[in-house]
């Protein structure tokens, strides 16, 4: 059993599955935490009283794409804290926007909607416009009557952004800073996200490969997440693909995937290939790439650099 004085399951009993960044070695960008129920029951409460700001319950099934919240309830409190309740199950939310709410009301069922792999809660507690521990609010270490900072009231649902994840862009404004009033630029296409980390509702981001560089702030709420399905350049940054031969030694560029779409092993971004098999699929060019004759990879052409 756990040691809250604050729950988010009407049962009380919140197995925890998925812990938050900082206790969190294999995921370290996990900005909240994930329980299921230990009592079967899967109900879902709210943490502390509060109005509900914001919720979704029409989102059916797994989307690691967009929907990544899939249906879930926002609670803003009364000191300017908010929490959410993502991945509920679909149809299930029992409270409406605007909606004032007691600690322990019931807010929907869990569910496995949105980016999840399997029936759980995830909890998360935003306080200055970033996602904090929420250990001790459950612990009862922090009150959420103490806080008096304050988040726009107009702050909209984010999708999940991580360190890496695809975004596309269209018109939208980008600043030099989380905090400038007056747009940089405006930027569209495909991007990626820099660091993690929403600010003043904006978040970082960077152009795809071969530059590290921060390219600046956008609001959270203009980026349309993408799961990354190819590694091909979006921009001119990368060089001109360079015909191969067979014998030909090449290097994979960070990052690429094989033909079929598969990641490959952190070891192949280091190791120099031979090309075994130069060859058309889809009309477009397929290397087979390997090592002392053995096969390693099918690769796209613009994904190999030959070594001298
Ligand atoms: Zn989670």
Known sequence: MNNYTRHVLASKAEQLTADYKTRNPNYPTHKGMDFTDDAGKCVIVAVADGVVDSCRSDVIGVDHTYNTAGNYVRIKHPNGIYTRYLHLETGSACVKTGQTVKAGAKLGMMGNTGDSYGKHLHFDVCANGEYVDPLPYLTGAKGFGTNTAQQPEDEPAYPELRKGDKVVLAKAPLYAASTSSKKANTVTGIYYIYADGII????????????????????????????????????????????????????????????????????VYDTVFDVQQVGTLSKNDYIVIGLNGQVTAGMRLNDLTKTS
């Open 200 to 267: 003043n509702g904006r978040i970082r981001i960077t152009t795809p490969k071969g530059c590290a560089d921060c390219t600046g702030w956008v609001n959270a709420a203009d980026c349309k997440t993408d799961k990354p399905v190819n590694s091909t350049p979006t921009t001119g940054k990368a060089p001109a693909p360079v015909a191969l031969k067979v014998g030909d030694k090449v290097r994979v560029r960070d990052d690429a995937l094989t033909y079929s779409g598969e990641r490959l092993s952190s070891w």
